[in-house]
């Protein structure tokens, strides 16, 4: 048998059992787009631009402003309905003042009318701050171009805590969203007080407290007939009281010389510091009562009482004793200790095991 023969049989018997494979498609094939699923409308003719223009347009009205004071009732029918003649469109201006014309058809519109909040901030979560705020805003605008005062020249005033604010809003306001306001009472509060307006005037005193603190002043000292000038003064846990005289420099603190009251230099020269810092040294006598605390906190209570008994001698000391820091109260006092704690915030040393 030939071996082509036999080949090209072999071939055509392989082919038979072994249909070619066939070629697989990318699913998405490239320069095609799904087809639609809706049924296609016919495109709708484009008018020209000059037909357009040709089509005649009714023109937009206003209504006129509804009286409120009539009596809506006078509108009803027999049935209590609203008479539907009325609330017909009108096509062009003249129906449409006809049937505003009259008191009765504009009573027969109030029904119909959509109800509109008073408060633009009506939508808002906090519709009365809101208001509030924009109000000041809007005043601050207003009158911005007023002279001011100079800084620190302003009248003192006590605005309202968050506490006394919240007391008059039904909504929850956050310390940092009350804080604008004061920023802006501040900004109104700094117009000059011969050109401020009463309608400014009005809107700060809604937000004052109804008791001033910074009108109060301390009952005034004078000297006695002895020539003594009284001073209070006080440092943490002590107390004292000075009396100032007019001599030669003497200084007792409880029966006892300055040296043998205070130990320490430091504590000497704190309790005439207000002497020193002014050059009275060697023009008044002090006499001065100390109880409680220690040292350090007598010496520095005795500076502030001898102070407010030289203002009573002089009273124009007091800037130069204001700059000498001896004039102001020191507010610290010793923290407190904790429990679980070895003292005010030390901590017992940490153990592993």
Same mark, same amino acid.
């Given at each position: ?13 392989f082919?038979?059992?072994?249909p070619?494979?066939? !070629? !697989? ?7 095609t787009r ?6 296609r409308?016919? &495109?709708?003719?484009v008018?020209p ?5 040709? %089509?005649?347009?009714?023109? %937009?009205?206003?209504a006129p ?5 009539d009596?809506?009732? &006078? ?7 609203v008479?539907?003649?009325?609330t ?18 504009q009573?027969?519109l109030?029904p ?18 809101t ?17 001011m005062?100079?800084?620190?020249e302003?009248?003192?005033k006590a605005?309202?805590t968050?506490a006394?604010?919240m ?5 929850p306001? !956050? ?8 920023k ?21 005193? !809604?937000?004052e ?8 002043r301390p009952k005034p ?9 009284r ?13 100032l %005289?007019?001599g030669?420099g003497?200084v ?6 300055l040296?043998? &009251? ?9 309790a ?5 810092? #002014? ?16 040292? #350090? ?15 009573v ?14 004039v102001t109260r020191d507010?610290r ?19 592993k095991?």
């Amino acid at each position: 048998m030939d071996a082509k023969l036999f080949t090209s049989s072999f071939r055509c018997a392989f082919s038979s059992l072994h249909p070619p494979a066939r !070629r !697989r498609l990318p699913l998405r094939l490239r320069n095609t787009r799904p087809l639609s699923t809706t049924s296609r409308r016919p &495109a709708e003719p484009v008018e020209p631009q000059d037909a357009r223009s040709q %089509v005649p347009r009714e023109p %937009v009205h206003a209504a006129p402003p509804i009286d409120f004071e009539d009596d809506p009732d &006078a509108s009803r029918n027999d049935s209590g309905s609203v008479d539907p003649d009325v609330t017909e469109a009108a096509d062009d201006e003249a129906d449409l003042d006809a049937a505003f014309s009259s008191r009765s058809n504009q009573a027969k519109l109030l029904p119909k009318l959509r109800v509109v909040p008073r408060s633009a901030s009506y939508f808002t979560a906090k519709p009365t701050f809101t208001d509030d705020l924009l109000a000041l805003q809007a005043m601050v605008r207003k009158y911005q171009i007023l002279p001011m005062s100079k800084p620190g020249e302003a009248p003192r005033k006590a605005w309202k805590t968050h506490a006394q604010y919240m007391l008059n809003v039904p909504e929850p306001v !956050r310390t940092s969203a009350y804080k604008s306001i004061l920023k802006l009472l501040s900004r109104l509060n700094y117009i000059h007080p011969n050109l401020l307006p009463e309608e400014v005037a009005q809107m700060l005193s !809604r937000y004052e407290r109804d008791v001033n603190p910074f009108l109060n002043r301390p009952k005034p000292t004078s000297v006695d007939e002895y020539g003594r000038a009284r001073g209070v003064g006080r440092r943490k846990s002590s107390h004292a009281v000075a009396w100032l %005289v007019e001599g030669e420099g003497e200084v007792r603190v409880n029966g006892k010389s300055l040296s043998e &009251a205070f130990g320490r230099i430091h504590d000497r020269e704190s309790a005439v510091f207000a002497l020193k810092a #002014t050059e009275r040294l060697d023009k008044y006598n002090c006499w001065i009562v100390a109880r409680g605390g220690g040292t #350090t906190g007598q010496a520095e209570s005795i500076t502030l009482a001898v102070a407010k008994a030289l203002m009573v001698h002089e009273p124009l000391l007091k800037p130069a004793l204001r700059r000498a820091g001896c004039v102001t109260r020191d507010p610290r006092e010793v923290e407190r200790k904790k429990p679980g704690k070895l003292k005010a915030r030390k901590m017992p040393a940490w153990v592993k095991r």
